[in-house]
């Protein structure tokens, strides 16, 4: 297949010469710096690199610099926050040929002889196990894994310099998606089996295993340059925005015609907008996950009134289960539901406990139950789903499992006949068919985007899915989560190509169809049945969010000839009764005529708003369906032809209680059963609405909710932290405990305030200003994290706590610095005079974290051109393991066509700081001048390489010592824009006063 990767080498020699001009500049201004990564592509130009952050200034007044990231870092191993499989482990058996057979993806092997033969399917993970027989056995030309790199070694230490080959054998991840694309033996074959793998190690093999930003980038363009026809992502960020860097640069990928497919999230019990970038590109297919139809695992055989099979997992410690009749103890019948306290009941000795999960760690119900003599434990979740159980294993001596809510619902009903209960354990494996196979799996990350863009695309089969691991750790197992999904869509996409590269042979001709295949995905996908919180099956389609299109029909992406314009229909917010026009073009490309049925099949609208518009914490579902009226509700296309079909929508008028409902539905094109036509392919179309103002939407708690930001300490947090790991409960009461009452920091003492805020939303900006609290003026941004930008939801429990997960809440810490933003080209010469009045002195050598502000909606290829990512060599960390907000503002770079508006917030002749609400602004008129509800178009789209306009300005960050005195920090976060719009509007809080202090530290 022809992919145009080389058509911007003419530029590469300008890029290679600034290159040296940068390097020249900074050794002109004695700037010490390490390179990382040199990002030398017509997707991107720029580097990283390793840089004391105090020398920002000096690197962004050079001319060349128009735009500078921060190098993010994030925690992947064992962590479904971000590496996106559930990782609780079965030892299982093969499963995927049943799996082929629901998608249909075994007719495409038998029938059409497809194999993927001639493609090449980049995966992007923790590396693979390319000793496995099933894995081609071998790493290089003629193998089945034949190119790669390695860019963090065998440690969980990144590394700039790639090592020659991406093998893994103590993590697994990547083995486990390897699989799924390619692998094959005699009783295992994944859905391309004879497709190239290319595998980019980035994650390592700690559990606290870091992947920074710059490595992922690095990644994804050597895979480009390495002519991969498909590109695999299992992971995620923790942004839910399309303009992130990762989800950026992946669709520039998609648009010069490489299939890029990423795993949506496991995010789905913390509901909605919980999908991570990169699948956020809008270019880029986000994959969430169904529950295979049948597995097999062991089993726990509960004897009591009648048997009942529960299936067992690996057990998380080091022991195993091998039970027979052994006796069992409820921890609800011993005053002890959670195993949270210390257990005294002797009657738990030589029993299985079973606990329910919550309020205190894994760790300490399996030590308290191993204390009180227990032979195992099993925790039943509280929630729907499975969990991975993170221990120390070391110190535990007996087995721990976790088993479903409604598995325990069973055990409960059991122990109502009052029979004594025991417990078995299979020796073997037994198969399972659940209610909920080929439905979309709980754990799966509910949409939308943060614009009501319309993810995920599509789903496909990611629960309890058996495939190859390293073979020091088994071989294989059985995993689930939209991990899985994604390479089972990446597999699909390989065969999908080989049969393009066939029928392009056939014709003599050479085309690139990849940026077609999301459209031909959604159309050829089938809506699925909605799942409820008891994991029972509905009579009701899941909605758009939820599902989008629905399960991937593989053979109709073979068989079908039909194409239909959008697949997704983005109506954006649409109030009550207010009608959208729009119209659906379909072309024939077969040789037979054909005939459709046009269907409008509206889904349950869903929201997590009350009807005055309060959060409330969980996906309530209701009636709100929107009217459809077609101008033809049957068309017939003769072979070449093509029609519209013109339709008026009304959003839905609903007393449903609840406020901000998404609507959405299904245009579904069907072929009638009497039809004699040789097409015979059903097409879908979603939409997406919200019967709403967006822009009225809270994004942040307000201060009577529960949920409120709140004023703490670097100090109460050390010892918050130091209490729970001795074994304390973590979860209780922690905000109430955290709160700040003594008021007085003396910073010199190394004494912090931090707000902690917890976001119902995600926002596009959300600032953090220090306020004189005697005249209620703003004196600066604090530094760092001052002014954060693109920032996910937050994910955790409902009682605000900072711990609940890695995104529970976001920290604010003030050190004794303040941020102030400047105009350029205003008054570049008197920041000098500007930056020594009243409560602020201007550091001379400032030290602040950076982050690009060019993520104004930009959606030209310029936005890469001259990027340099920072990594800070000179981070000091009051406390690790909390979550701090995302990054702090360095430097914006605008377009020439809101100068004016730069210029009348600076001021003629007279320097002027700007605000959070002047950020607001410039980021309202360029989301609204690039269009939040963009037409779709059928042609084929590339990156434009526009030149820079040489009158662009920027801002430039003055960083500064905030004298003594009283003070109280303000958060602000910016609202959704919507259809309705007037202007940036945003959500407050402010928190107590407080005193600061610079007293020296006496020795004693």
């Not at 976001?810 to 500007?834: H, N, Q, T």
Request: aromatic share 8%; hydrophobic share 35%.
């Amino acid at each position: 297949m022809s992919i145009d990767r080389d058509s911007a080498d003419s530029f590469l020699k300008d890029f290679d010469k600034q290159q040296a001009i940068f390097k020249a500049e900074m050794a002109k201004k004695d700037v010490p710096y390490k390179v990382r990564q040199v990002y030398n592509s017509h997707l991107m130009h720029g580097a990283s690199i390793d840089v004391d952050s105090k020398y920002l200034n000096k690197i962004s007044s050079i001319p060349m610099v128009k735009s500078v990231w921060p190098i993010l870092s994030i925690c992947i191993i064992n962590d479904k926050d971000h590496l996106h499989s559930q990782l609780v482990e079965f030892d299982g058996k093969p499963n995927l040929n049943i799996t082929h057979k629901d998608t249909g993806v075994s007719k495409l092997h038998e029938v059409y002889g497809l194999s993927g033969k001639g493609i090449k399917v980049a995966i992007i993970d923790s590396g693979v196990d390319y000793t496995h027989a099933s894995l081609g056995g071998c790493f290089g030309k003629g193998c089945k894994v034949e190119s790669g790199l390695n860019y963090v070694g065998g440690g969980s230490k990144n590394r700039a310099k790639a090592l020659a080959t991406p093998y893994d054998d103590c993590v697994g991840h990547g083995t486990h998606v390897s699989g799924i694309v390619a692998a094959r033996d005699k009783d295992f074959v994944g859905v391309a089996p004879d497709s190239k793998l290319s595998v980019y190690r980035i994650f390592g093999c700690g559990k606290k295993s870091q992947v920074d930003y710059d490595v992922v980038i690095t990644a994804l363009l050597q895979a480009f340059r390495d002519k991969s026809d498909v590109i695999n992502m299992s992971f995620g960020g923790t942004s839910n925005w399309s303009q992130y860097l990762d989800s950026k640069i992946s669709s520039a990928i998609s648009q010069y015609g490489v299939i890029v497919v990423a795993a949506f999230g496991n995010e789905g019990e913390f509901g909605l907008w919980t999908g991570g970038s990169p699948s956020m590109g809008d270019d880029v297919i986000a994959v969430g996950s169904t529950d295979s139809s049948q597995f097999f695992a062991r089993a726990f055989i509960l004897h009591g009134e009648k048997d009942v099979t529960i299936e067992m997992g690996k057990s998380s410690t080091n022991q195993k289960f091998d039970l027979d009749n052994a006796g069992i103890v409820l921890g609800e019948d011993i005053r002890n539901k959670l195993g949270c306290t210390p257990i005294t009941d002797s009657s738990v000795k030589g029993k299985i406990l079973f606990v329910q999960r919550g309020e205190c760690t894994f760790q300490d119900k399996i030590e308290n139950a191993q204390k009180a003599g227990a032979d195992g434990v099993v925790i039943y979740n509280n929630k729907a789903g499975h969990a991975k159980m993170m221990l120390k294993k070391q110190s535990l001596k007996i087995p721990a499992v976790m088993i479903s809510k409604n598995d325990w619902l069973k055990i409960k009903e059991q122990a109502k006949s009052g029979k004594s209960l025991k417990l078995s354990t299979t020796k073997n494996n037994i198969k399972f068919v659940p209610e909920t196979g080929g439905k979309v799996s709980q754990y799966s990350s509910i949409g939308p985007g943060p614009v009501l863009e319309s993810k995920p695309d599509v789903v496909t089969p990611g629960g309890k899915i058996y495939s190859t691991y390293p073979m020091k750790k088994g071989g294989y197992t059985m995993i689930s989560g939209t991990s899985m999904a994604a390479p089972y869509l990446s597999g699909v996409a390989a065969l999908w190509l080989e049969y393009q590269n066939k029928e392009n042979a056939k014709k003599g001709e050479s085309k690139n169809y990849a940026m077609k295949f999301k459209d031909v995905v959604k159309a050829c996908s089938r809506p699925v049945l909605h799942v409820d919180e008891n994991e029972k099956v509905t009579d009701q389609f899941a909605s758009v969010p939820v599902q989008g299109s629905g399960l991937l029909d593989a053979e109709c992406l073979i068989t079908n000839k039909v194409d239909v314009f959008p697949t997704q229909i983005k109506l954006g917010d649409l109030k009550q009764g207010k009608e959208y026009k729009g119209s659906l073009t379909v072309k024939n490309n077969s040789e037979n005529s054909v005939r459709y049925k046009i269907e409008h099949v509206p889904v349950q609208a869903i929201t997590e708003h009350d009807k005055d518009g309060k959060y409330n914490g969980k996906v309530s579902y209701g009636k709100a369906e929107a009217k459809v009226e077609f101008d033809n509700s049957e068309i017939t296309l003769a072979p070449g032809e093509t029609k519209d079909i013109s339709y008026t929508l009304t959003s839905p008028t609903t007393s449903a209680n609840g406020k901000f409902w998404l609507f959405s539905g299904y245009f579904l094109l069907k072929v009638p059963k009497d039809s004699d036509s040789k097409v015979k392919n059903d097409l879908t179309v979603t939409y997406l609405g919200m019967a709403d103002d967006y822009s009225q939407m809270r994004v942040m708690p307000g201060g009577a909710d529960k949920n409120a930001p709140f004023l703490t300490s670097n100090t109460l947090i050390k010892e918050y932290l130091k209490s729970a790991n001795v074994g304390k409960p973590v979860i209780q009461n922690v905000r109430d405990k955290l709160i700040a009452k003594d008021l007085s920091f003396n910073l010199a003492k190394g004494e912090h305030p931090i707000v902690s805020l917890k976001l119902h939303h995600p926002t596009m900006l959300l600032t953090a200003e220090l306020v004189d609290a005697n005249t209620n003026k703003t004196v600066s941004f604090i530094h760092p994290k001052g002014i954060s930008t693109l920032v996910g939801r937050s994910l955790g429990g409902d009682d605000n706590n900072p711990f609940a997960s890695k995104r529970s809440m976001y920290m604010f810490e003030f050190i004794g610095i303040g941020l102030r933003l400047a105009e350029v080209s205003s008054f570049m010469k008197r920041i000098g005079s500007a930056g020594k009045s009243g409560k602020f002195e201007q550091i001379a050598a400032p030290d602040y974290d950076p982050v690009s502000a060019k993520i104004m909606g930009l959606n030209d290829a310029s936005v890469y051109s001259n990027s340099y990512m920072l990594k800070d060599t000179n981070q000091a960390q009051e406390f690790k393991g909390v979550q701090s907000g995302y990054s702090a503002f360095s430097m914006v770079n605008i377009k020439r066509d809101i100068m004016g508006l730069l210029r009348k917030l600076a001021g003629v002749g007279q320097p002027k700081f700007v605000t959070s609400t002047s950020l607001g602004e410039i980021m309202y008129k360029n989301t609204m001048k690039n269009d939040i509800y963009p037409k779709n178009t059928l042609d084929d789209v590339k990156p434009r390489m526009d030149k820079e306009d040489s009158d662009d300005i920027s801002f430039r960050p003055l960083v500064g010592k905030i004298s003594p005195g009283s003070y109280y920090i303000k958060l602000k976060a910016l609202k959704p824009i919507g259809r309705y719009s007037e202007g940036p509007t945003f959500d407050y809080w402010s928190s107590p006063s407080f005193s600061i202090s610079y007293n020296a530290v006496g020795l004693v």
